[in-house]
């Protein structure tokens, strides 16, 4: 998925001494001619980050004999990690290393653009409602210039005390996705039945971020609506979910240990330096081989936003104020 907001709006988050803080949802259209319209949580002013996880959007159910569902032509990445997790439909990926795949519900597609690769994503005409997240992780440095990578897997279900879970990414309630990571990862979705409460052992070392689906959730006791993120910090070994409501939620845990170093993030690009964005932006308009080409798509490329008239700066989490956690 290509990021289309470039200079996106910001909400100035106030302060929170709550240990679950709850980040609300942006909409921000995609493009196209009808314009599907995606729900983004990260990044924000609120939250740039959470572990690795630098990119939540969440979209659908789309109609998409309405919206036209998703058409993305061959676009670029560097220096992350793309995840496609779908809910319901199916969307055709091809990019520059030759690959070709189905992006199926509860299967996970994981493209590693480090140096610079590129791809289209595109709804078949299978699709009806078109529905789930498209996540981004940011490389540690020693990897940020990685070779090119595609991997599949179908995770498989885990029934704990109410909840279904498919463990796409690190492991949880006993399951382990066997996909590696450059930096440790938790992503895993998550099914609660009406009414249920499950608590569910986590690694101390992770913070972790809680997408709603849909459902009204308490996550450790702070009520989460659909779209919304929560996000809690490192310190705790287990995590509480109860579903409020009289219907199934759907949710996805993401985790991970916090990123110890500062990114800058613009478009598709994920940097150290206004001139990494700058190198990056320039190869791509020239068509040079960084990013390849991306066979069997019938169209065009999109083509890079012009940069702002300013340095692009890294991107922070905030500081917590003393006694918060």
């Known amino acids: 998925m290509s990021d289309v907001e470039v200079e996106p709006e910001v909400s100035d988050p106030a302060a929170s001494v709550s240990r679950v ?3 609300s949802a942006r909409e921000v259209p995609l493009g196209g001619l009808r314009a599907m319209t995606v729900r983004r949580t990260l990044p924000q002013r609120a939250r740039t980050l959470i572990g690795a996880w630098c990119f939540v959007d969440h979209y659908g159910p789309d109609d998409v004999a309405a919206t036209g569902g998703m058409d993305v032509a061959p676009h670029p990445h560097t220096g992350l990690q793309t ?31 480090g140096h610079g690769i590129s791809h289209s994503e595109v709804s078949t005409p299978r699709t009806t409602i078109l529905h789930g997240v498209q996540l981004w992780v940011a490389l540690p440095e020693r990897h940020r210039h990685a070779e090119r990578d595609f991997r599949h897997y179908a995770p498989g279900s885990v029934h704990v005390d109410g909840a279904d879970i498919r463990v796409f990414l690190g492991r949880l309630a006993g399951e382990v996705s066997p996909v590696p990571t450059f930096t440790p990862l938790l992503g895993a979705e998550i099914l609660l039945r009406p009414g249920a409460s499950v608590t569910l052992a986590t690694d101390p070392e992770f913070e972790h971020g809680l997408l709603v689906d849909s459902g009204g959730v308490r996550m450790d006791g702070t009520l989460l609506q659909a779209a919304e993120l929560g996000y809690r910090d490192t310190g705790s070994s287990t995590l509480t979910l109860t579903n409020e409501t009289d219907a199934g939620a759907r949710l996805v845990l993401l985790g991970g240990p916090p990123f110890g170093e500062q990114i800058v993030m613009w478009w598709n690009f994920v940097g150290r330096s206004h001139d990494d964005i700058v190198e990056a932006r320039e190869a791509w308009q020239a068509a040079s081989d ?12 999109i ?17 917590r104020p003393k006694g918060t956690r």
């Not at 960084?290 to 490329?301: A, I, K, N, S």
């Open 303 to 319: 083509p890079a936003p012009a940069l702002p008239n300013a340095t692009i700066t890294p991107r922070r989490n905030p500081t």
């Open 290 to 301: 960084r990013f390849g080409e991306v066979d069997g798509f019938d169209g065009y490329r």
């Open 21 to 23: 803080e709850v980040v």
């Open 83 to 113: 995840v496609s997790w779908l809910f319901s439909g199916e969307i055709e990926h091809r990019d520059s290393l030759g690959s070709h795949a189905m992006v199926r519900p509860g299967e996970l597609n994981l493209m590693t653009g």
